[in-house]
């Protein structure tokens, strides 16, 4: 598996932008797949997963509400859209996938969940 993450930048405080990730090399049914990010000097930290089959959505409580998680079936591509980003946002973001069986609920946030790791797309945001 494959995943080829895009769509970082530059953007104010209060801004948006949206994240792809596309994946090549398996067609996925009941994977996992989720975005992590990590910031100047942090570790990296989960921000947002989702279940290839069926959709349910988790959340880090520090995105909750600003960020939505979603995938395309036929593109094979999963989204994160990024709304009223602060400084604190800023990062280096990875997409990530599982092997063949998606993580259990209390596993999606753990980044020994996923196999399959993008190279990562730097966000940026100025105050």
């Known amino acids: 598996v494959q995943l080829q993450a895009s769509g970082g930048g530059l953007v104010q405080a209060g801004g948006s932008l949206r994240l792809s990730c596309a994946a090549s090399?398996?067609?996925?049914?009941?994977?996992?797949l989720a975005w992590f990010r990590q910031g100047p000097g942090k570790e990296r930290e989960f921000v947002a997963a989702?279940?290839?089959?069926?959709?349910?959505?988790f959340y880090a409580d520090s995105v909750k509400g600003r960020f939505t998680v979603s995938r395309d079936n036929a593109k094979q591509t999963l989204y994160l859209q990024m709304n009223s980003l602060t400084p604190d946002d800023t990062a280096v973001y990875y997409c990530?996938?599982?092997?063949?069986?998606?993580?259990?609920?209390?596993?999606?946030?753990?980044?020994?969940?996923?196999?399959?790791w993008g190279q990562g797309t730097q966000v940026t945001v100025s105050s």
């Open positions: 990530a996938a599982s092997g063949a069986s998606r993580p259990i609920i209390s596993a999606v946030a753990d980044r020994t969940s996923y196999y399959y």
């Open positions: 090399g398996r067609t996925f049914r009941n994977e996992g």
């Open positions: 989702i279940r290839w089959s069926g959709g349910s959505t």
